[in-house]
């Protein structure tokens, strides 16, 4: 697959998820390179940009959650 294989199948899967199951997918998404080389002993990300990206799509899934529980049912 090379170094881009995984950014290809996110967002083919990204696809399937929306229009499959008709799930919400927000647009915020990152795709790490070489994922065995980029943790250390603990578990954690060594690119500070990398931990950024993850932060970045955590936040807007938060934000995401928080408008759909705040929404008016009806």
């Given at each position: 697959p090379g170094l881009?294989?995984?950014l290809r199948s996110l967002n083919a899967?990204?696809?399937f998820l929306q229009m499959a199951p008709a799930m919400l997918v927000v647009p915020e998404q990152f795709a790490l390179s070489q994922a065995g080389k980029a943790f250390d002993e603990a578990g954690a990300l060594?690119?500070?940009k990398h931990?950024?990206?993850v932060?970045?799509?955590v936040r807007a899934t938060l934000r995401m959650a928080a408008a759909l529980r705040d929404a008016p049912t009806g």
């Open positions: 881009l294989g995984g899967f990204r696809a060594l690119d500070d931990r950024q990206a932060q970045r799509v």
